[in-house]
């Protein structure tokens, strides 16, 4: 019912409306043509893995994000699962799980040390998904951040 592929150029102006929505989500103002510009951008520079949830239709209803960083302790890629969106209508069918093997699937045949994501506190949906995939809370650091 669902085809999870990579993104590709063609994908952008469905994957844009998902990106939009997803950061409307997040509480940030709808600017879907500096969306489409952004992921243009992490497409063609090769900066991030996104992959989309497609219904047999053609139509987008999901996506998932991942940029590459790097554990130095461990000497490997690790990759930050930073984004993770399905249209409302479409969850509770298992899209999320699905978008969610592709990160590991990622991870695997990149040889990473593993995936790593934040969440809001406010997100309960994400906070149960994520457990329930194998993901463990790290309630021994604390996180941090900086803003400009």
């Given at each position: ?8 150029f063609?994908?952008?102006p ?11 989500f997040?509480?940030?103002?709808s ?16 900066e ?15 996506f998932?994000?991942l ?7 461990r000497?490997?890629?690790l ?28 991870s695997r045949?990149?040889h ?7 969440t ?10 994520y457990?329930k995939?194998?993901?463990e ?11 400009e």
């Open positions: 019912m669902y085809q999870i592929r990579k993104a590709t063609e994908d952008l469905q994957l844009s409306i998902l990106f939009d929505l997803y950061r409307f997040y509480g940030k103002k600017d879907q043509k500096s969306a489409e510009k952004f992921l243009h951008e992490r497409i063609q520079n090769g991030s893995e996104i992959f989309v949830a497609e219904e047999t239709e053609g139509k987008l209803v999901g998932v994000q940029y590459p960083i790097f554990s130095s302790t000497m490997k890629k990759w930050l699962l930073n984004d993770l969106y399905v249209l409302e209508d479409h969850r509770g069918k298992g899209i999320s799980v699905l978008l969610i093997e592709k990160a590991k699937e990622l045949n990149t990473a040390c593993g995936l790593i994501l934040e809001a506190k406010t997100n309960h949906i994400g906070n149960k998904l457990p995939t194998g993901f809370l790290d309630q021994d650091h604390n996180y941090y951040a900086w803003e």
